[in-house]
Nanobody, 115 residues
């Protein structure tokens, strides 16, 4: 049973930085593609960033140049470093993990950026 747990959210001022983490247990993390979505109040969940098992990355246009996704296959963890944060980045950030057949999701971590 794959379990996905996010951590590291919080409150930060605009222009600040925050790093959220996602630790995966119960599977072969190094073989998984993984990444982040987010959902702001009243909006649909949207893609943020993705990293393949081999380390290839891609980002939503809205976060390119500000956010960096990385993974540690020893710690079974994926990170999202968020810099130059804006109030519109306020959302619940969800981690996902894809194996060959399923997608697994965490419960989310709240990120709030004050203006």
């Amino acid at each position: 049973q794959v379990q996905v747990v996010e951590s590291g959210g919080g409150l930060v001022q605009a222009g600040g930085s925050l790093r959220v983490s996602c630790t995966v247990s119960g599977g072969r993390f190094s073989r998984y593609a993984t990444g982040w979505f987010r959902q702001a109040p009243g909006k649909e969940r949207e893609f943020v960033a993705h990293i393949s098992w081999s380390g290839d990355t891609n980002y939503a246009d809205s976060v390119k140049g500000r956010f960096t996704i990385s993974r540690d296959n020893v710690a079974n963890t994926v990170y999202l470093q968020m810099n130059s944060l804006k109030p519109e980045d306020t959302a619940v950030y969800y981690c996902f993990v894809n194996d060959a057949a399923f997608s697994y999701w965490g419960q989310g971590t709240q990120v709030t950026v004050s203006s």
